[in-house]
């Protein structure tokens, strides 16, 4: 069974200052991981996905995570917040070859000015 | 590409009712998701369709709810009898089963119900 735990309900930052999301995962099989974010009210956008090609992963907004698999680990990293930064982000796995997506439970990123 | 459509976007009924929720995925996949995003229970998968199939609804919480994909451009959730505890934001993804993308679920912008 997959599974993902994400390490923060909230983080906090000040706008400029870097930003880390933590995800640790488990999977029985070669998985597939992405983060997407959901601003409020709004549906969830994709930020960028690892499928099994380079461990350093580059998405939109200038986000990128790196995956490493001694470490069951799957952190998004951005040099430098901005206020529209402020959002949920979820850590998600997906088994190869299965169809279904295992969120986890949310990180909300709070930016201050 | 419009992307995948929801609507309506917003629902409010009486318990009891039945409420109809409907969506369109993005031309050419033909992987159809249906998730319910609550406070206490974050994102669960209710059920997907591949080819207008239903693959797996372990998902769905009890007989009241039921799914539909007729075609390939058309999906319904419909929940009969309607209960307060239904209120939630219900999404629908699609993804496309080839290539480098066929695990890359795009999101419509949810149907936020309440059941009041």
């Known amino acids: 069974a997959q599974s993902v735990t994400q390490l923060d309900s909230h983080v906090s930052v000040s706008e400029g200052t870097p930003v880390l999301l933590r995800c640790n995962y488990s999977?029985?099989?070669?998985?597939?991981l992405f983060w997407y974010v959901q601003h409020p009210n709004k549906g969830l956008q994709l930020l960028l996905k690892?499928?099994?090609?380079?461990?350093l992963v580059k998405g939109i907004n200038g986000f990128e995570a790196e995956f490493k698999k001694s470490e069951t680990s799957f952190h998004l990293t951005k040099p430098s917040a901005h206020m529209s930064d402020a959002a949920e982000y979820f850590c998600?796995?997906?088994?190869?070859?299965?169809?279904?997506?295992?969120f986890g439970s949310g990180t909300r990123l709070q930016v201050q000015p | 590409d419009a992307g995948v459509i929801q609507s309506p976007r917003h629902e409010v009924t009486e318990m009891g009712q039945e409420v109809t929720l409907r969506c369109k995925p993005i031309?050419?996949?033909?992987?159809l998701f249906w998730y319910r995003q609550t406070m206490m229970r974050g994102l669960e998968l209710l059920i997907y369709?591949?080819?207008?199939?239903?693959?797996?609804d372990s998902g769905m919480p009890e007989d009241r709810f039921s799914a539909k994909m007729p075609n390939a451009s058309f999906s319904t959730l419909k929940i009969q009898p309607s209960e307060p505890r239904d209120s939630a934001v219900y999404f629908c993804?699609?993804?496309?089963?080839?290539?480098?993308?066929?695990?890359?679920?795009?999101f419509g912008p949810g149907t936020r119900l309440l059941v009041l």
């Open positions: 993804a699609s993804s496309s089963g080839l290539g480098l993308s066929r695990e890359t679920q795009y």
């Open positions: 998600v796995v997906s088994d190869t070859g299965r169809r279904a997506l295992t």
């Open positions: 999977s029985s099989y070669s998985p597939s």
């Open positions: 369709f591949n080819n207008n199939v239903p693959i797996d």
């Open positions: 690892y499928t099994s090609a380079a461990t």
């Open positions: 031309s050419g996949h033909d992987y």
